[in-house]
């Protein structure tokens, strides 16, 4: 899947685990919940996750962006040529270990690191390539549908769920996500009227 549906699958699963528990997180857990939604696709050698600068170039300096697009360029293709894409970084385990970690050292944001990382993993087992399920123990792809990355069948699902993160979800947010996320749709909508 692409970063746009990774984002979007960890905030919605964020969003119901926070109307049926009652606990979503503070600024900094979101942000860890996005980044761990993205984190797993650093083997990807491009991925949203490998170039940092650009999913913070808007708010960036353009030489940071490209410094930080060229570090993240840089460790997603040492990553890659070590474990190919969709291999030891997309194992579930690391995300359990993560929250495992998270709650024994009473680090919410690495809890929900983790939690991100997950959802990560779920939502590649909904596409055609599949993904590690059982690693480190069986290294076999296993899939769930024939959903493929960057689909139109992808898109209309993002859409939706991007939809119901806006609708349902914004009481959720603390003030500072409110904030980057009324950010995030303007950058949106105006890529989409240069588009047009």
Known sequence: MTGKTHVAIAM????????????TPEAAGWLAVVIGGLAPD????????????SLFGRVLPRWLAGLLDTIGMTISGIIRRVLGHRNATHWPVWGVILMLLGFNLGLDWLWWFG???LW???GDFCTKSG??????????????SPLRTGSWAEDVLSLALWGMIFYY???????????WAARFGHTIKSLIMEAL
């Open 115 to 117: 939690w991100g990382y």
């Open 169 to 179: 979800g914004w009481a959720y947010l603390p003030p500072q996500a409110q904030y």
């Open 120 to 122: 990560h993993i779920a």
């Open 131 to 144: 993904v590690p399920l059982l690693g480190p123990f069986i290294t076999k792809d296993i899939k769930w």
């Open 42 to 53: 650093i083997d990807s050698g491009g991925g949203t996750i490998a170039r940092p600068g």
């Open 12 to 23: 919605a699963a964020t969003l119901g685990y926070g109307a049926a528990t009652g606990q």
